[in-house]
């Protein structure tokens, strides 16, 4: 996952994977989703971001998992 905050326009874009967005969904006013035609997720979209979240926090985040999340299938 990558970050870009653009401060002149005040919009965040989280970026899901390497995958090119074939539709947006606007989930709420200012919060827009990027799919593929599979549906899957490629990125999100928060406009006027500083109203809605801490931009610092965003920007010194911390990853947290689960354990099981990354165990991988051995056959």
Do not use: W
Not at 5 to 31: F, H, M, N, Q, W
Not at 50 to 75: C, F, G, M, P
């Amino acid at each position: 996952m990558r970050i870009h905050y653009d401060e002149t326009i005040d919009a965040l874009y989280l970026s899901l994977g390497d995958r090119e967005p074939d539709g947006v969904i606007e989930i709420a006013e200012g919060i827009n989703v990027d799919t593929t035609a599979e549906g899957k997720l490629t990125g999100i979209e928060i406009l006027e971001a500083s109203d809605k979240i801490d931009i610092e926090t965003i920007l010194s985040y911390t990853l947290e998992l689960e354990q099981n999340v990354l165990k991988r299938k051995i056959a």
